[in-house]
Structure formats: structure tokens, C-alpha cells
């Protein structure tokens, strides 16, 4: 199970933070994504935290200004998104998957376990 929190209605140029936090597994060891899927458009990446210590990767849009990190303690993922632009109003989803081979950590595929999603809105 995953459940987000966070979300909002912002100015451009503020910030928000989004968590998830996941039961169920071994969080540790499963990459943990954000996708977002904003109106009228398909669910796209965002960025990715895989699991074991692994690194991260964004989508070039939000190099810079997101930043994701994870607390396995706590079994959550974050995502710190800052200087927000309206084009990043969307529904935001934290995934996780297991065992996703580099060339697919893009992909909405790869991922076993869905959150229901929280919405972020910025007003420009």
C-alpha cells in the first residue's frame, strides 16, 4: 500500500513537499518513483529513487528544481519540488517496484504498487 500527502494549491515559484509512505514490503530494497499526470495528458515520470542504495534520476523538466529522496526507516519517499511552474499542475502518484533494470525506470510499466494520488496545483 502507498499513500501520498502533500499536495496543494500554490503560486508559481513556491514549493511543496509530497510523501508517501509504503506498508507492506521491504522498502529498502524497492525503487520508489513519483509520476504525475496532469489534464488531458498521460501519467509521465518524474523522477526515481531505486532501492539498495542506488541513485536517482529525473525528468530533464524538473532537474533543478525537484529533488527526491527517500528515509527507509520510515518506509517513505519524498519529493521536494521547488520553484514550481504551472506546468507542473498535476495529479502526483508515488510507485514502487523491484528489481527494474536501468533502462525502464521510466516506465509506468515497471512499477508493481500505485498510491491513489495527490493533486498539485499551481496558479500563475
Known amino acids: 500500500q502507498l499513500v501520498e500527502s502533500g499536495g496543494g494549491l500554490v503560486q508559481a515559484g513556491g514549493s511543496l513537499r509530497l510523501s508517501c509512505v509504503a506498508s507492506?514490503?521491504?522498502?529498502?530494497?524497492?525503487?520508489m518513483g513519483w509520476f504525475r499526470q496532469g489534464p488531458g495528458k498521460e501519467r509521465e515520470f518524474v523522477a526515481t529513487?531505486?532501492?539498495?542504495?542506488?541513485?536517482?534520476y529525473y525528468t530533464d523538466s524538473v532537474k533543478g528544481r525537484f529533488t527526491i529522496s527517500r528515509d527507509n526507516a520510515k518506509s517513505t519517499v519524498y519529493l521536494q519540488m521547488n520553484n514550481l511552474k504551472p506546468d507542473d499542475t498535476a495529479v502526483y502518484h508515488c510507485a514502487a517496484g523491484s528489481r527494474i533494470i536501468l533502462s525502464s525506470i521510466r516506465r509506468t510499466d515497471a512499477y508493481y504498487y500505485w498510491g491513489q494520488g495527490t493533486q498539485v496545483t499551481v496558479s500563475s
Open positions: 507492506g514490503w521491504n522498502f529498502r530494497t524497492y525503487t
Open positions: 529513487f531505486r532501492g539498495n542504495g542506488g541513485s536517482t
